[in-house]
């Protein structure tokens, strides 16, 4: 392994560990990983650059955005896929950001009933959540990633030198996800933050790396103990609800980026808690983000879609973890101190979406 690479384990059950490799030249250092198998590479327009010559053989080019998680673009990758006559033996590489990977590990859960893929990701958003985990899918017309299947990678390799031409905007955007494992579990880590985040959003090879470690660190132990999401792995999806709802109100489009949504979402949920009277640190919370040049509000937004607070309820209301009809809301008794819930006042929610409009 070259200098300078953090690795981080996944425990899941024996059979199924794995680990992710962090830090610049991951990619290079790796490529005995690969010997012995055939690849299926996937990738986007945007990363196919990147490509190291070892998964260039077979390669399946998709485009970029939100729209390539869709049943068409889905059946055009799997035509592909079985074009190639895989077997079993036969390695998918998701080679891209989080809408690749999630796309190319749904095509890997459902060929042949399964085929072994790993996780390239090439973007910091991908590097420390959508990789890791095992969640894959797409989107369909009545929300985000409500079609899919838990499915883990064989391994995760994030090359953080890939990250040196990703722009700042994307960075940002991958930030959010950061912030929030801290939000969500670990106060001394937001301290951290607080001191070292420009340093990550300015690719420092040292804060970066301890950052993405981190962050897959918090995820592999709430993976660990709640794989598919019956308890303690909602907490991930903290800001989520709120996220997806803005994000289908943008059809998914480039006026606004997930890790973006996530950052409003969060926003979002600290108010609530706030007007729930559960927590007094939404402001310090708010004003992190703030500092690092997050949208914090709906109104941050450029040319949000004109839409009631109760019209984005009602989009809310297609979130995977809403139970019996019921929203289910992931708020906040302080920094690190997040918990699931649906004793939510709706009236809370309503008043907070209206607040975070105004211009």
């Known amino acids: 392994m070259p200098a300078k690479i953090t690795k981080v384990n996944v425990v899941l059950d024996g059979a199924r560990d794995y680990d992710i490799a962090i830090g610049a030249g991951v990619l290079e250092a790796s490529a005995k990983r690969f010997k012995g198998r055939r690849v299926l590479t996937i990738c986007d327009k945007g990363t196919q650059t990147h490509l190291p010559d070892y998964l260039k053989e077979n390669v399946l080019i998709l485009p970029e955005g939100e729209g390539t998680k869709s049943w068409t673009m889905l059946g055009k990758t799997l035509d592909w896929v079985l074009a190639q006559k895989p077997d079993r033996q036969t390695l998918i590489a998701a080679f891209g950001g989080g809408v690749t990977g999630d796309h190319a590990?749904?095509?890997?859960?459902?060929?042949?009933?399964?085929?072994?893929?790993?996780?390239?990701?090439?973007?910091?958003?991908?590097?420390?959540?959508?990789?890791?985990?095992?969640?894959?899918?797409?989107?369909?017309?009545?929300?985000?990633?409500?079609?899919?299947?838990?499915?883990?990678?064989?391994?995760?390799?994030?090359?953080t030198s890939v990250l040196t031409t990703l722009p700042d905007r994307q960075m940002r955007a991958g930030y959010a996800e950061i912030v929030k494992y801290a939000f969500l579990g670990d106060r001394e880590f937001f301290k951290w933050l607080e001191s070292n985040g420009k340093k990550v959003l300015a690719r420092d090879d040292a804060a970066l790396r301890y950052a993405i470690a981190k962050s897959c660190q918090m995820k592999a132990d709430i993976v660990h103990a709640d794989e598919r999401e019956r308890g303690a792995r909602a907490l991930l999806n903290f800001g989520h609800t709120f996220a997806h709802a803005l994000e289908s109100a943008c059809e998914y489009d480039r006026r606004i980026l997930h890790g973006e949504a996530v950052a409003v979402g969060m926003s979002l949920a600290f108010d609530i808690s706030a007007r729930m009277g559960l927590t007094h640190e939404n402001d310090i919370a708010v004003a992190h983000m703030k500092k690092l040049g997050l949208p914090t509000r709906i109104a941050d937004i450029a040319k949000f879609p004109k839409i009631t607070p109760m019209a984005l309820i009602a989009l809310m209301a297609n979130d995977k973890k809403a139970k019996g009809g019921r929203l289910t809301f992931i708020l906040s008794h302080g920094i690190g101190e997040a918990f699931v819930t649906q004793a939510v006042d709706m009236t809370c929610v309503h008043d907070a979406l209206a607040s975070s409009m105004e211009k």
């Open 105 to 159: 590990g749904f095509a890997a859960a459902i060929t042949l009933r399964g085929i072994d893929y790993v996780q390239i990701p090439t973007t910091l958003l991908a590097q420390v959540d959508s990789s890791v985990g095992g969640k894959t899918g797409i989107n369909a017309k009545q929300g985000k990633n409500l079609i899919g299947a838990f499915y883990q990678p064989k391994f995760v390799l994030a090359d």
